[in-house]
Each structure stands twice: as C-alpha cells, then as structure tokens.
C-alpha cells in the first residue's frame, strides 16, 4: 500500500486529500486546526497534531510539505531530518511560491531565472528550498519543488469577494499576476508521487498571466452584474496598505511549460475556465436564488 504525509494540512487540504484516496493512497497528516480535522477524518486522513510530526513523518515513504519557512529556513529539515531518513522517504514534494522571483516588470520568468525577492517571506522561501534540495542531494532523496502561484478555488475566489462586496477594480498599466486553482495543485501532486518520480523545481502556475482588472471584468461579465467604475492604482498607491503596495509591485509572468511537459494539460488552463466552473457549480445558486 502507499503511505503518504502531508506536513501541514492547509487551505488545499480537502482537494489533495481525495485527490490522493483515490490514487489508492494511505494519507495521514498534520494540522491543529479543529475544522479542517473533522472534515479530513470524514473522508479517512489519519491526522497527527503539530506537536506529533515525527510520528507522520515515520508513518510515510512519500511526504508533501506544505508548512511555511521561517527566517531560518524549512523548520521541518531542521528539527526532523533523523525521522525522514529513517523512514526512508523515497519522494519529497515541496510547496513553495513564485513570490521568489521578485519584480521582473512583466518580463516571463521560468525555473531558471534570477531570483531577487525584496519581501522577507520570498526570501526565506528561497532558503527553504535550498534546505530541502541540498536534503535530497545529501541522501539520494528525490525532491521536487513546486513554485505555486496565487491559489483559488471553489471558497476563495474573485466572485466570493464580489458577493461580499469586498472588491475595488483597480488597473496598472502593464503589470500581470499569476494564479492556479486548487484542483490543478492537487491533481499535479497527485501524479507526482504516484507515477514517474521527478525532482528538482517546477512553476505551478496556468497558462495566461492576467492584468487583475481582465480578472474581475470576467468575473463580472459571468455573473451578469455590471462592474463598478475601476481607479487607476498609480493615483491611490500612496494612500495603500504596504501589503497591498507588495502585490503591486511585483509583476511577473510565470512560464509553465516544465509543469505541462511533466503533468499535462491543465483541467482549468486559465481563469476564464477556472472562474467559469466555480461560478456553474458553487455559486450560481446563490447569486440567483432571490
């Protein structure tokens, strides 16, 4: 049987987790949080508290770890090193970000390009990748790196914000941001612990890097509803929250052609098909149920 951890059972954990079952999996996992266990026990993740990882980890010869650096580095190379190579772990995946690259003014960036983060996060996620391939260089482990861009899904997602009402349409000439729906992520790792095991890093990001306003005039145009009147981001940007300013800031347009010669096409390509499907199987009935 395969036995497979997730350290860190997060916002994708749902998806991964069935996705996984399905491929015949054994999945135990780690996570504090008192929902997110429940509905992971309902559908059969033996899940371990954070406090308990050591006994995840031994308990697997696959792992994904999905739990954030610190400013030091991968927390889980540093304090669990011994578990994994007793376990005898055969493949490692590793989430972390395109925030590595930085600002590269619209430019395509893929796996070899230079990375130069301004943001601390960035920067430790650059650390924690070096922990864990140098981990597998040392021990013949393989590990593969994924760099995943802005996740949405069927709760988080421009249209949820619309219906809250929690969305400002703001355009900057010529700056792109990334995205890639959950079931894409989880379909992705899925494959890579079950087929041919690969290593090294690969963008986890779809096929159309997009302007937030062509996201929300899409988002807008699906549900019907005209969209508010959008600003110009250049003439409210000193009055915007630093962590706003970041996002801003940064503007790249990530290459995913690695990710589709290794795992294939896409089942949501772009946002226009992403948004699509949450709206036709989530949301519809909400909006229209007055």
Not at 25 to 30: A, I, L, Q, T, Y
Not at 63 to 78: A, F
Request: hydrophobic share 35%.
């Amino acid at each position: 049987m395969k036995n497979i951890s997730i350290l860190g059972l997060g916002n994708i954990s749902i998806e991964l987790c069935s996705s996984l079952k399905e491929k015949g999996f054994n999945v135990f996992g780690s996570t504090d949080n008192s929902d997110r266990q429940k509905a992971l026990n309902r559908i059969g993740i033996k899940i371990f508290s954070r406090n308990k990882l050591n006994e995840c980890i031994l308990k697997a010869d696959k792992i994904i770890i999905t739990i954030p650096p610190d400013k030091n580095g991968c927390p889980v190379i540093r304090h669990f090193s011994k578990e994994i190579l007793e376990a005898n772990i055969k493949w490692i995946g590793y989430l972390s970000s395109t925030s590595v690259y930085g600002n590269h003014n619209g430019k395509v960036v893929n796996e070899n390009s230079l990375l130069k983060p301004i943001e601390e996060v960035a920067k430790s996620r650059i650390q924690g990748e070096k922990d864990m391939l140098d981990l597998g260089k040392k021990h013949s482990i393989a590990v593969e790196v994924f760099r995943i861009s802005g996740i949405y899904g069927k709760d988080r997602n421009i249209i949820n914000q619309i219906l809250s009402k929690k969305v400002k349409p703001l355009y900057k000439k010529g700056h792109f941001f990334n995205r890639i729906h959950e079931e894409d992520i989880a379909r992705v790792l899925t494959q890579a612990c079950s087929n041919k095991i690969n290593s090294g890093i690969v963008n986890l990001s779809d096929d159309l890097p997009a302007s937030q306003l062509d996201v929300i005039k899409h988002a807008f145009s699906i549900m019907n509803i005209k969209m508010p009147k959008y600003e110009n981001y250049n003439d409210i940007c000193s009055k915007t929250p630093l962590r706003v300013r970041r996002f801003w800031e940064n503007n790249r347009r990530v290459d995913n052609t690695l990710l589709k010669k290794r795992y294939g096409t896409l089942l949501h390509p772009t946002y226009k098909e992403g948004l699509s499907y949450i709206y036709n199987n989530y949301l519809c009935n909400l909006l229209n149920k007055d």
